[in-house]
C-alpha cells in the first residue's frame, strides 16, 4: 500500500507543474543546504553546472547515482550537483532521507535538499530523474527529462556546448548595453526637450517684456 501511495504521487507529479516551461529560470536567486548542512548557491563559481534532479524511490535515478559519483570525483570544468525534496512527491522525511543515503555509502556527491521544492517548481520538472544545464551565472540554459548515461552528460559540457554559452551570455551584455544606450539616450532626449522649453519660455517673457516696455514708451 505504501508503494502505491508513493507511485501515484510520484504519477501527480508528472501531472502538475506550476510554472510554464521557457520562463526566466535563475537559480542564482536560490540557495540550498547539502545532506551535510552546508549552504550551496548557483553561479559562485564561475563554472557551468550539472544539476540532475532525482527521488530515493527511483530505480533509474539509482541506478545513476554511481555515473554521478564518478563524474563528480574527476576534475572538470563544470560543477555537477544533484537535487531531491525531502517529504515531497513520495520522497522520505529530511533525517530519514540523510540516513539512507549515507547507507549507500557514495563519497563525492553534492546532494541539495530542496525542502520547499522551489527548483523543482522554479524548473517545472515533471519526471525522475531529470537534468539541467546551469550557465556559470546561475541561469538554467537546458531541461532535459529522462536519464542521461555519464557519456551523454560530459557532451553537454563539450566545447560546442560551452561556446553556445559563452554566446548566449555575450549576447545577454549586448543586450543590456542596448538597453542602457536606449536609456541614455531617452534621458539626454528629455533633458534636451527640458532645455528647449525653458528657452522658449524665457524668450517669450522677454518678448512680453519689451511689448510692455514699447507700450509704456
Known sequence: MKGLKKIFLGVMMLLMGTLAFGAEMDLSKLSLKDVNGMNYSFGKTGKATYVKFWASWCPICLSGLEDIDNLSKEKKDFEIVTIVSPGLAGEKKTEDFKKWY???????????????????????????????????????????????????????????????????????????????????KGMKNTMMKDDKMMNDKHMMKEDKMSMEKKTIM
Not at 530523474?129 to 559540457?157: C, M, N, R, W, Y
Open 102 to 184: 549515507k547507507s549507500l555509502g557514495y563519497k563525492n556527491i553534492k546532494v541539495l535538499l530542496d525542502e520547499k521544492g522551489e527548483a523543482s517548481k522554479m524548473l517545472n520538472v515533471r519526471v525522475y530523474p531529470t537534468s539541467a544545464i546551469v550557465a556559470a551565472d546561475g541561469k538554467v540554459q537546458k531541461v532535459i527529462p529522462g536519464h542521461l548515461e555519464k557519456a551523454g552528460i560530459e557532451k553537454l559540457f563539450s566545447s560546442k556546448m560551452n561556446d553556445m554559452m559563452k554566446e548566449d551570455k555575450m549576447m545577454n551584455n549586448v543586450k543590456m548595453k542596448d538597453e542602457k544606450m536606449m536609456n541614455d
